[in-house]
C-alpha cells in the first residue's frame, strides 16, 4: 500500500497535539455500584507519537481510546483534537479506529466496509472502493473483497478492520488490542502494515494491547491499572512477559482465525 499524505485541510494545526485530554475520568453507574474505567486523567497525542497502552483486560485501555477518538464523553474533564482542528464527529476520516470487538457491518461486503468511512468523508465511490481494495491487498485480504462478515473468521474481521482504518488516510490510528485474536506470526505483520502506512502518512498510533511483544515496537508505552494510567511507567511491558496476561486474553486457537 502506498498511501498518498493526506493534503492540508481546513484548520489543521500541523505542530499542534492530535488529542489533549485534560483531567479526564470516565465513570459507569451510581451510588454504591459506580465502576470507575478511568480515573482522572491528563495525556497528550502528539504528530507522529507512537504509544502503546499496556494494562490487563478491564484495566481501561477500551474506555481511554474511546475517550481520545472521540465515541465517548468523559463523566468529567474535557479532551479536545487542536491538531485536527476540529472534534473527530465534524472530521470523518481523520481518526482510524480499529475497534476490540466486531464492527463490521452486516450486509456490506468487506470492501464497502473498508470504503465506508471515506464515503462518510465524502469520497466518491469508486475512489473508495479503489481505497479499499489497495488497504485490503496490503493486508493480504484481496481475496476476502467480495465476502460478507458473517463468512469471515474472528482473525480475518479483525484484519478488515485494520483495513478500514489505514483506507482512509487517518492523521491519528487509534487500535484497540489489533492484534488480539491473531497468531504470532500474522499478528506482526499486521503491526508491520499498520506501522508502515502510519510512516507513510505520517500519523500518529496509540495501540491498546495486554502483549508485550507489541508494546516493545512502540517508542511511547503507557501503563494503565484498574482504571488509573500512568504515561511515564518504570518498568517497561518488554522487561516482563506475561506481566499483562490474564487467561481471558489469550488470543484465539490459529485454527479459529
Ligand atoms: N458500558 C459500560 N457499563 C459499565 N461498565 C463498563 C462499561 N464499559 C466498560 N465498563 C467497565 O469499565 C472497566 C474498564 O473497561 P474497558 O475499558 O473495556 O477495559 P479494557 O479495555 O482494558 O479491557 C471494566 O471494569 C468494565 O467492566
Ligand atoms: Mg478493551
Redesign the pocket.
Known amino acids: 500500500m502506498q498511501p498518498e499524505p493526506r493534503p492540508p485541510q481546513g484548520e489543521h494545526l500541523p505542530g499542534e497535539d492530535l488529542v489533549r485530554a485534560d483531567r479526564i475520568h470516565r465513570s ?2 451510581a451510588g454504591g455500584t459506580t ?4 480515573h482522572e486523567t491528563c495525556c497528550t497525542v502528539p504528530p507522529g507519537a507512537r504509544i502503546a497502552v499496556t ?10 481510546l ?1 475517550l481520545l477518538g472521540g465515541l465517548e464523553q468523559p463523566s468529567g474533564g474535557t479532551v479536545s483534537w487542536p491538531g485536527l482542528g476540529r472534534p473527530p464527529r465534524h472530521a470523518p476520516g481523520l481518526i482510524g479506529m480499529v475497534f ?1 470487538g466486531p464492527s463490521l457491518l452486516g450486509p456490506l461486503d468487506v470492501a464497502e466496509n473498508v470504503a465506508l468511512p471515506l464515503q462518510l468523508a465524502g469520497t466518491p465511490a469508486s475512489e473508495a472502493i479503489a481505497a479499499a481494495n489497495e488497504a485490503l491487498d496490503a493486508l493480504g485480504l484481496a481475496s476476502l473483497a467480495d465476502k460478507l462478515p458473517g463468512e469471515l473468521s474472528g482473525g480475518q474481521a479483525q484484519r478488515v478492520a485494520v483495513a478500514r482504518a489505514l483506507a482512509c488516510r487517518p492523521r491519528l490510528i487509534l487500535a ?2 489489533p492484534t488480539g485474536q491473531l497468531d504470532g506470526d500474522t499478528g506482526r505483520r499486521v503491526l508491520d502494515v499498520l506501522l508502515q502506512t502510519a510512516d507513510a502518512l505520517g500519523a500518529a498510533v496509540v495501540v ?1 494491547t495486554h502483549d508485550p511483544a507489541v508494546a516493545a515496537r512502540f517508542a511511547v508505552r503507557w501503563a ?1 491499572q484498574d ?1 488509573r494510567l500512568d504515561t511515564q511507567p518504570a518498568a517497561s511491558p518488554a522487561a516482563a512477559p506475561g506481566a499483562f496476561r490474564t487467561p481471558a486474553d489469550d488470543p484465539l486457537p490459529l485454527a479459529a482465525q
Do not use: F, N, P
Not at 35 to 38: C, D, R
Not at 55 to 64: E, Q
Open positions: 459507569y453507574g465502576v470507575w474505567a478511568l494494562g490487563r483486560s478491564g484495566s481501561g485501555k477500551s474506555t481511554l474511546h476490540q484497540d488490542e491498546s494503565i482504571g
